[in-house]
């Protein structure tokens, strides 16, 4: 089960930290991606970790500005995202893969993911 939490309306330029807890699922073997979807577009992936190596992708228009992280003793992933712009406005997933990747180097896909959560609203607004 993955769940979650930390979304609301943030002005531009602003920061808001996304959680996804999960349960019933060992994180170790697992790969975690954020995605979004906004509305009358595609659900698109965000970013991806996966912790069989540590390997992590994002996408070209939140790098340097979001980061993808994780606590192992809370199991819980984090998505730090900063310098927040109307164009971040999405309801945000979080999704596990049970066949992590050694890398991102072909890039992360939304089809590896078969177990989501219901999402977070995020509202990047003045």
């Known amino acids: 089960q993955l769940v979650e939490s930390g979304g609301g309306l943030v002005q531009p330029g602003g920061s808001l930290t996304l959680s996804c807890a999960t349960s019933?699922?060992?994180?170790?073997?697992?790969?975690i991606g954020w995605f979004r979807q906004a509305p009358g577009k595609e659900r698109e992936v965000v970013s991806c970790?996966?912790?069989?190596?540590?390997?992590?992708y994002y996408r070209d228009s939140v790098k340097g500005r979001f980061t993808i992280s994780r606590d192992k003793t809370e199991n819980t992933v984090y998505l730090q995202m900063n310098m927040l712009k109307p164009g971040d406005t999405a309801v945000y997933y979080c999704?596990?893969?049970?066949?992590?990747?050694?890398?991102?180097?072909?890039?992360?896909?939304?089809?590896?993911?078969?177990?989501w959560g219901l999402g977070t609203q995020v509202t990047v607004s003045s």
């Open positions: 999704a596990a893969d049970n066949k992590p990747p050694i890398n991102y180097n072909l890039g992360c896909y939304l089809g590896d993911f078969g177990s």
């Open positions: 970790i996966s912790f069989t190596r540590g390997a992590t």
């Open positions: 019933g699922f060992t994180l170790d073997y697992y790969a």
